[in-house]
């Protein structure tokens, strides 16, 4: 899998927009952007993927660039429960030639009132 | 999604015990995965459970210390064996619904915060 780089932190006003950043330059075709966030003591939760086309649901928008080599995760109206560390991991290709994803340290967002 | 329960949620063990985490899913997955994730740390896969046969472990990681069974596709068990302080860590199973891979979902469960003395 691609590796992935974002910002070590983040802070957010509530109530305004929060983008979150990744760089993933050496994305192959076949490699789907997806985000997760890990609230604390909790298990890392599903927020969005894509593959080329921008994607948005409930939860977030995910802007990916033309070229695909980065992608940006938008929370429209960032919330204080929002405040929690965002991971971007790119994943693709057959499960069992390619099962290791490299999740990284990803962006601590923090949302202030 | 799929619902994963794990138990214990956590526990404080000693110095050369073995403790046994255990993943119930409340539906047929076509693969689960353990993780660690050690204090301050992203996550770390250690092994692909694969139902009726032995556990793929990635590197560093062995079936001694590991040892994982899946008896069917919804139940899976992680062991960690002669514990040390440095097996403090919380561990997590997750699974992937469908056959594609790169497509698919990674659900997670709340996670086994385990605590060596």
């Known amino acids: 899998d691609a590796k992935t780089t974002q910002p070590t932190s983040m802070d957010c006003a509530e109530g305004r927009a929060a983008n979150l950043p990744c760089n993933h330059s050496?994305?192959?075709?076949?490699?789907?952007v997806y985000w997760y966030r890990q609230i604390h003591s909790q298990g890392p939760q599903y927020i969005i993927h894509?593959?080329?086309?921008?994607e948005t649901n409930e939860m977030a928008s995910l802007i990916i660039t033309e070229d695909r080599k980065s992608s940006t995760l938008i929370l429209p109206h960032a919330t204080l429960r929002d405040t929690a560390v965002y991971y971007c991991?790119?994943?693709?290709?057959?499960?069992?030639?390619?099962?290791?994803?490299?999740w990284g340290l990803g962006t601590s967002l923090a949302v202030n009132p | 999604s799929a619902v994963i329960s794990q138990k214990p949620s956590r526990d404080i063990c000693q110095r050369g015990t073995s403790l046994t985490i255990q993943c119930q899913v409340d539906?047929?997955?076509?693969?689960m995965f353990w993780y660690r994730q050690q204090p301050g740390q992203s996550l770390t896969l250690i092994a692909t459970a694969n139902q009726g046969s032995e556990a793929t472990y990635e590197s560093g990681f062995v079936i001694d210390k590991f040892p994982i069974s899946r008896p069917n596709l919804t139940f899976s068990t992680l062991t960690v064996s002669n514990m040390s302080p440095e097996d403090s860590s919380i561990y997590l199973c997750s699974v992937v619904q469908g056959q594609d891979w790169g497509a698919n979902v990674l659900t997670f469960g709340a996670g086994s915060r385990l605590t060596v003395l």
């Open positions: 894509g593959l080329k086309n921008n």
């Open positions: 991991i790119v994943r693709g290709g057959n499960a069992g030639n390619n099962r290791k994803l490299i």
């Open positions: 539906s047929q997955v076509t693969m």
């Open positions: 050496t994305i192959s075709g076949n490699e789907y």
